[in-house]
């Protein structure tokens, strides 16, 4: 794409995000009369399920088992660890009536699954024999935000919520896992393109009763970060709860140590927020419903028309053989303009255009949608040559979103060199920090920025802390937040 363009989209971002889910199909928001929810829609809802795929392969892969635990949470149990219920407290939709009935046990609709995943696991696991054990479910969950809602981005039902849940026997074992959680994140939106930070956000900022928190933090088109995904070492304060003891190995009996970490809806907004365009979707080939759509363009004699479509028909096999998910639009009532329209919104990585021209020569001419460019190939290298542009624009897009989120990363040495990248680059400052809470308030409020946290894995930082004249300890990152 030339610069240009994609400067001008990116800086009415909401407004072209809110265009791209109805253009392509892929959310309805905001007509449902209850506000934070939203509908998947087909499409959208293929691209959905294409995303937890992968990350469903990489979680069995590592020995996660899935599993799905009611919805409803009865009071008391969601209150057990008291961290975590103040931390929910106000976020909480609750039911209260069943039928005419006033129910005598408050049930919350639940807003995360620690409290009753906790209560089975205490009454599965008697030993360290059994652990690790981790689990994970793909569900609804409800969060009352009341800052303002956005598709995908902050919903109320968050109903692409995957949530990993770990128990162990030892300190060491959840900071293994922990380890292994963000590996597997990484890999997951590595393997979508998206690019991000890790940072371990402040104890201020930590998930309602873990004992830290770790999250990764991407850059959206208008400069604002999006937390994408997050890994909590709770230690034990679940099972100390929950009452929840085992054997241990040196035969005595201990509460055991867990973790949690999820990801949600987010990771489709982002998926669609860096990798799209001017006119809709780009969509990563291994995620894309249509990887390849064969056009065919009408000619006037009716002749030569359906050697046009008989050829189509013949590119279609071929791609389908070589097990790429294409599809011809034969529709006859639809211009080629209207298709290209169509399917570019939609994000369908390749074109495939087939006139009279092709016909004759057994040939294909094929457009990459990231950068349009066209390319002839001979019917017989069709299959071989949309495999290799398939993963030539998964590259470019990776690449594109990998220098989008470097330049929107800057080291700063003082508030004002701060204030200055957050007003002309936007995305994520970095600062030297002493450590103290009070001196990143400060700095939060100059720049009316909020605190990402510090480096992980963790680094030293040179200089002092701007705010204070101390010795830095690390780095602080700042940004203006989703
Ligand atoms: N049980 C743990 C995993 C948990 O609930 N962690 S969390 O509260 O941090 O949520 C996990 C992820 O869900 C977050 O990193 C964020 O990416 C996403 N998320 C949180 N609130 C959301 C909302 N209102 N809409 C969409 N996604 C949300
Ligand atoms: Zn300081």
Redesign the pocket.
């Known amino acids: 794409m030339p610069e240009p363009q994609r400067r001008r989209w990116q800086e009415r971002f909401s407004e072209w995000f809110d265009w791209v889910l109805e253009r392509a199909e892929v959310y309805d928001y905001g007509r449902y009369p209850v506000k934070?929810m939203g509908v998947w829609m087909p499409y959208g809802f293929s691209i959905r399920r294409n995303v937890l795929e992968l990350l469903r392969r990489l979680l069995d892969e590592t020995g996660h088992d899935e599993v799905l635990f009611p919805l409803l949470i009865p009071d008391f149990l969601l209150a057990k660890e008291g961290e975590h219920i103040k931390g929910f407290e106000d976020e909480v939709y609750w039911v209260t009536r069943g039928g005419l009935e006033e129910l005598d046990q408050k049930l919350a609709l639940r807003?995360?699954?620690?409290t009753p995943i906790t209560y089975y696991e205490s009454l599965w696991i008697q030993s360290y024999k059994q652990l690790p054990r981790k689990f994970y479910q793909v569900v609804s969950?409800f969060?009352y935000?009341t800052k303002a809602?956005r598709p995908?981005?902050?919903?109320?039902e968050?109903s692409?919520?995957k949530?990993?849940?770990t128990v162990h026997e030892s300190f060491e074992d959840a900071e293994r896992q922990v380890m292994e959680a963000i590996d597997v994140y990484k890999k997951f939106f590595d393997s979508l393109g998206i690019s991000y930070v890790i940072s371990r956000r402040p104890d201020w900022d930590k998930?309602?009763g873990a004992l830290y928190?770790i999250?990764?933090d991407t850059v959206l088109p208008d400069g604002r970060t999006?937390?994408?995904?997050?890994?909590?070492n709770l230690g034990q304060n679940f099972t100390k709860a929950f009452s929840f003891r085992i054997h241990t190995r040196d035969e005595k009996y201990d509460y055991p140590w867990q973790t949690?970490?999820?990801?949600?809806?987010?990771?489709v907004?982002t998926l669609i927020a860096v990798h799209g365009d001017d006119m809709g979707l780009v969509l990563p080939s291994n995620i894309a419903p249509t990887q390849a759509i064969i056009i065919p363009i009408p000619s006037q004699s009716e002749d030569e028309m359906r050697k046009v479509l008989e050829y189509s028909r013949r590119a279609l096999s071929a791609l389908l053989e070589a097990g790429i998910r294409a599809k011809l639009d034969d529709r006859s009532d639809t211009t080629p303009g209207d298709k290209y329209y169509y399917w570019d919104a939609k994000g369908v990585p390749v074109r495939v255009e087939v006139g009279p021209r092709e016909a004759a020569s057994e040939t294909l001419t094929l457009v990459r949608r990231d950068t349009l460019r066209r390319t002839s190939v001979h019917l017989r290298e069709a299959a071989e040559a949309v495999k290799k542009l398939l993963s030539e624009i998964d590259s470019n897009l990776a690449e594109r979103a990998r220098k989008f989120m470097s330049s929107h990363i800057t080291r700063a040495s003082s508030i004002e060199e701060a204030r200055k990248a957050i007003e002309e680059r936007k995305g994520i400052v970095e600062l030297p920090w002493c450590g103290s809470e009070e001196c990143a308030n400060k700095v939060m409020q100059e720049l009316n920025v909020k605190t990402l946290g510090t480096p992980w894995p963790p680094e030293r930082a040179e200089g002092v802390c701007p705010v204070c004249g101390r010795p830095a300890v690390t780095y602080m990152r700042y940004s203006r937040q989703y």
């Open positions: 934070g807003p995360t699954s620690e969950v969060r935000e809602t995908l981005i902050r919903v109320r968050i692409m919520f949530e990993a849940h998930f309602a928190t999250a990764f999006l937390q994408i995904g997050t890994v909590h949690s970490y999820g990801v949600s809806d987010r990771v907004a």
